[in-house]
């Protein structure tokens, strides 16, 4: 996966998000992308995300949660 810069991206789904085909006992992936914040940050503390033209910053503060702001 990439992001609209053209880095890539990992993409993950989690086994509870997964869904199981009851016939053949399939798992398919999550339709849900999930990235850890560490990807996100590429190890720093910020990462920005475009949405709908609009940019937005998640950042990770000292006490270790996560603010978005526009």
């Given amino acids: 996966m990439k992001s609209e810069e053209g880095r890539a991206f990992s993409r993950r ?14 798992v ?3 339709p849900i ?3 850890s914040i560490r990807e996100l940050t590429r190890g720093g503390r910020e990462a920005r995300i475009l949405h709908a033209g ?9 006490n ?7």
């Fill in 33 to 35: 992308a999930e990235w």
């Fill in 64 to 70: 270790d949660k996560l603010i978005l702001t526009k």
């Fill in 54 to 62: 609009s940019l937005y910053v998640l950042r990770i503060t000292s």
């Fill in 28 to 30: 398919a992936p999550s």
């Fill in 13 to 26: 789904s989690s086994p509870v998000d997964a869904s199981v085909d009851a016939q053949s006992g399939a």
